[in-house]
């Protein structure tokens, strides 16, 4: 099997990489300064599951590609994605299958609409890495999972083969005959607490400490209800499962937007949390919480946006 792998970043070259290292025919699509370190230091990742060093991956750029791939692993942030979906197009075949691994689902609209359906499967990862400066990759946790499915719950023969090639791989894969709950599922904890640490500028514990955990509650209960009205209630037990996360009082636990927003990055924002919005507000749902969070978020792009444009951004104080 060929394997394009759109990037090299913390997910993409983790996942890349260990592909890799169990043997399979794995290329990167990277720009020409991640190119270049790639041809210099090779992949580099440092895990508490095993550290590994492949010298000299393929790499090609967009204006190289032929649609000589079998997969097309797609790992990019959502805010990259149309310029994503650009470049690795010439890719695209009639035998390819696209597995994107973003959050949420408006990604599979945009990828269904450019590419067709029939070309995308559903996908999810569960990892938690950098790309530190110099292009290692650090793992931070032993979690590493990709999960992957047809959209229809089939088993398909494209999907037994991607089953197969990372069989040996070092991480955890789970062939999904429900991968579209999985996804809402993830989406769902995701956009809650993307919304409540991002909303307190705070991890897990400070929160509950500050007395935010009926705040943690009702952002989960406010995302699951909308994610009931698309068809897809998280499932009882997951539903558990992340009401104890979001309310755990020892918890170092933050959204990695967080993270973006405290360098002063791009966040996805409206991928994460506005889609969902929109969706509850077509089906009748009521998420006030959630529209407090999304402003919060956009108006931070905002600032953010007239910073990049040289605008100042001092508060006026009478």
């Not at 720009?31 to 990742?45: Q, T, Y």
């Not at 692993?73 to 979906?85: G, N, T």
């Not at 992340?242 to 933050?254: F, G, H, K, N, Y």
């Not at 993270?259 to 009748?284: F, S």
Request: aromatic share 4%.
């Amino acid at each position: 099997m060929r394997i394009l792998v759109v990037g090299a970043g913390a997910t993409g070259g983790y996942f890349g990489g260990r592909l890799l290292e169990a043997g399979q025919d794995v290329t990167f699509l990277v720009r020409p300064r991640r190119a270049a370190e790639l041809a210099s230091a090779g992949v580099v990742i440092q895990s508490p599951t095993g550290d590994v060093s492949i010298p000299k991956p393929r790499t090609v750029e967009a204006h190289q590609l032929r649609p000589e791939y079998d997969l097309i692993l797609l790992s990019c942030k959502a805010y990259d994605l149309e310029s994503a979906m650009e470049s690795f197009a010439p890719a695209v075949s009639e035998r390819v299958a696209i597995l994107p691994v973003l959050n949420g689902m408006r990604h599979l609209d945009l990828l269904d609409a450019r590419f067709g359906r029939e070309r995308v499967l559903g996908g999810l990862c569960v990892i938690s890495a950098v790309l530190e400066p110099g292009g290692c990759i650090a793992h931070l946790n032993d979690l590493h999972l990709l999960s992957f499915g047809e959209r229809d719950g089939r088993r398909s023969a494209r999907v037994e083969a991607i089953a197969a090639a990372c069989k040996d791989a070092k991480f955890y894969t789970r062939l999904s005959e429900i991968i579209l709950q999985e996804m809402w599922e993830k989406w769902v904890f995701i956009a809650s607490l993307a919304s409540l640490t991002c909303l307190m500028r705070a991890m897990v514990r400070d929160i509950v400490a500050a007395g935010g955990t009926e705040l943690a509650q009702a952002l989960l209960d406010e995302s699951a209800a909308i994610a009931a009205s698309q068809g897809f209630a998280p499932r009882t037990r997951q539903l558990e499962k992340d009401r104890a996360t979001v309310t755990a009082a020892e918890s170092d636990l933050a959204a990695s937007m967080l993270r973006d927003i405290e360098r002063g990055g791009p966040i996805e924002a409206d991928h994460m949390v506005g889609d969902l919005l929109r969706r509850g507000d077509a089906a009748g749902v009521a998420a006030p919480l959630l529209k407090v969070a999304s402003t919060h978020l956009k108006a931070y792009e905002a600032r953010r946006a007239r910073e990049i444009a040289g605008i100042p951004t001092r508060v006026n104080r009478p």
